[in-house]
């Protein structure tokens, strides 16, 4: 296997009584989108930002880009790409000019004017950073995060109050990332922005992994999905249930609706309309629910909510 971009092994993070991040052991492989989820508190900041070297491992091991992101923090920094929840910019500095400071740092970087253009902050002339919306800020701190060519870029929260049309303006960038071979480490707490980006999702609870996988593992792994049926109230559900593959269960949920679990595959299908043909049944809709990643992340973290 090639060397992982992010390799983070045992890691314990403590904070006073609180333990934030509790022997946690991922790996990112490079050239992908590698989401990190988890609800609020469960370590996903702490994590990130141990790798980025604001923070020294308590105990277990980080390694990015096969470096030690502390004592070879001179190395990583034209490497590693770091867009922070809270943007950390001087309140005065204008979008312009503060990112044509960093470019300056970098060796290789983007052209500013289009990436200002790309972001939206091109009209933003002399509103200095504290005038600035918070999604303006936010499409600040993303530039300045990628500007210098990063090998590898950590994103917490990239889309985090940005309005619909910024947030696919980002997603797109984001995926241009990934075509150029940049790996992309993110956090979000939006399930679809993941199920549309991410390569590779880690899913972190209590400082802990409890689940790992492409988007499409984790939402067919052990999944039942669902066939939704509308059509006349009162079929007869039972028999039904005979002429469907052993397993599948049918469920009247109201009148005229059904629920139909099991494997749902096209055999599933067949047999269901071949029923209702036999059985002189003319159904309104058939919607094949597939589940999300939100489901999934529902079911292994739980519904109530986190301070
Ligand atoms: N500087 C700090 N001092 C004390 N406790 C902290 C500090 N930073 C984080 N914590 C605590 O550590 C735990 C993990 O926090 P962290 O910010 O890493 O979680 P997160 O997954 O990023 O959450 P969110 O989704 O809300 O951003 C939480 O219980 C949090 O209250």
Known sequence: MTQPAVDVRGLVMRYGETTAVDGLTLAVEPGTVTAVLGPNGAGKTTTIE????????????????????????????????????????????????????????????????????????????????????????????????????????????????????????????????????VTVVLTTHFMDEAERLADWVHLIDHGRLVASGTPADLTSDGAENTLRLRGPAGMDVAGLVTALPSGTQVVEQVPGTYVVSGCVSPALLAAVTAWCAG?????DEVVVRRRSLEDVFLDLTGRELRS
Do not use: K
């Open 279 to 283: 059985s002189g049944v003319l159904l």
């Open 50 to 181: 141990t790798c980025e070297g604001y923070r020294r491992p308590q105990a277990g091991t980080v390694r990015v880009l096969g470096l030690d992101p502390v004592r070879d923090a001179a190395a990583l920094r034209p490497r590693v790409g770091v867009m922070l929840q809270d943007g950390g910019a001087w309140s005065a500095s204008r979008a312009g000019e503060m990112l044509a400071h960093i470019a300056r740092l970098y060796a290789h970087p983007l052209d500013v004017t289009a990436l200002s253009a790309r972001l939206g902050l091109d009209t933003l002339g002399r509103t200095p950073y504290r005038r600035m919306s918070g999604g303006q800020q936010q499409r600040l701190a993303l530039a300045t995060a990628i500007v210098g060519r990063p090998e590898l870029v950590f994103l917490d929260e990239p889309t985090a109050g940005l309005d619909p049309q910024a947030r696919r303006a980002v997603w797109d960038l984001i995926d241009e990332l990934r075509e150029s071979g």
